[in-house]
């Protein structure tokens, strides 16, 4: 009896401790929403997605056809309406005013702020979304075209062709800074891989530019993402040959900028998207990897320059690549991303909740 008493009283006492840990609430992970924005598209590859909040909705857009380059490659949208994803829309075309079919390429998307200065604004009404793409044989001679819409994505104007010489944000948004000036960071690729940025004061229809800001070979960088920093200074980020990141910044809100340089996290010559949060820290969204397209991370910064890991979105074997990332108003982070190049995925995550480790050596940390 003595020894069946000590057995019942064991596992009373493991019973408690079990319904004590179920009786807890589970840890929040940071991701919460993970989806593929559409299945069974009618075009077999996609690649480049961008998104954007606007009055009535998320927005999304990328280019998809045969596959990169091929002339049947074209701008689809999609709209994010009573918690589900719109079927695909085609809205722009190689073929548009041209000759000759020519492929799409790169996407993006932006919605100004109300009020914005523009000869076409009307008071109390949204400025237009904006969505900017290039057209062309090849990134060597492509050529930046804009469309605009005033129903939050439903319906699109014409395309019109930006001005010779400028391209437009060249694969990730703009940012609009206090004067309602929108910043563009650009690139071009005919004469090495060479930044600059561009500049409108009447969204979009008129353009400045500044001449190219690193030499094309000894580094080479394309595809800018700018970060904002207090009293006017601005950062920007993005994909190198040399196998880091890039950065380089402004101290007069992108009038001038110095000297580019590389950052300590590496780049496999893939395409990565960067946003400031509302709390002020950096979030940069990039392959932390030396070769291919996996995994794909999130790395959050408070001053720009030193980055912790946060996240990991994909780490099996595929390519998920070109990141596009907001902050919607609600405060939570959207990313799209290319998914095996046949899917866009939509990933979205409360930035509140990230627990950020250092790296080790370089590498992300095990834990």
């Known amino acids: 009896m003595l020894r069946l008493s000590v057995w019942l009283s064991i596992l009373v006492s493991q019973f408690a401790v079990w319904t004590s840990i179920l009786a807890q609430e589970p840890v929040a992970a940071p991701v919460f929403t993970s989806e593929l924005i559409f299945d069974n598209p009618s075009f077999p590859a996609c690649h480049a997605s961008t998104i954007v909040e606007t009055p009535q909705g998320l927005v999304a857009a990328w280019f998809g056809g045969t596959d990169e380059k091929h002339q049947d490659v074209g701008i689809w949208v999609s709209r994010h309406l009573k918690g589900k994803w719109t079927a695909p829309q085609e809205v722009a075309t190689g073929a548009e005013k041209q000759n000759q079919d020519f492929p799409c390429w790169n996407p993006v998307l932006f919605q100004p ?14 400025a237009p ?3 900017f793409y290039k057209v062309g044989p090849n990134p060597d001679a492509w050529w930046g075209m804009l469309m605009k819409s005033t129903d939050c994505g439903a319906t699109w104007s014409e395309t019109e062709f930006l001005p010779k010489g400028i391209l437009g944000p060249i694969k990730n948004k703009p940012v609009q800074l206090p004067n309602g000036d929108l910043l563009s960071g650009t690139s071009t690729e005919h004469d090495g891989w060479r930044v600059h940025f561009e500049r409108s ?10 001449g190219p800001l690193n030499d094309g070979h000894d580094l080479g960088a394309i595809q800018p993402s700018i970060l904002t920093h207090p009293a006017g200074r601005l950062q920007a980020v993005g994909r190198s040959r040399q196998g880091r990141i890039f950065e380089i910044w402004s101290e007069d809100r992108g009038q001038t900028w110095g000297k580019m340089t590389l950052t300590t996290l590496p780049n496999p010559n893939a395409g990565t998207d960067a946003v400031t949060l509302r709390d002020g820290r950096q979030l940069l969204v990039y392959n932390h990897t030396d070769r291919g397209r996996s995994p794909l991370n999130v790395a959050v910064s408070a001053d720009g320059r030193t980055w912790q890991a946060a996240l990991v979105l994909e780490d099996s074997d595929g390519e998920f690549s070109y990141p596009a990332v907001i902050q919607a108003c609600d405060g939570l982070v959207h990313i799209t991303y290319t998914w095996k190049r046949i899917r866009i995925k939509h990933v979205v995550f409360d930035p509140a909740r990230l627990k950020a480790l250092p790296f080790e050596n370089g590498g992300w940390p095990k834990s």
């Open 113 to 126: 702020q109300a009020g914005s200065r523009s000869k076409t604004s009307i008071p109390g009404r949204p």
């Open 129 to 131: 979304l904006l969505l």
């Open 201 to 210: 004061t009447d969204l979009g229809q008129t353009w400045t530019a500044t």
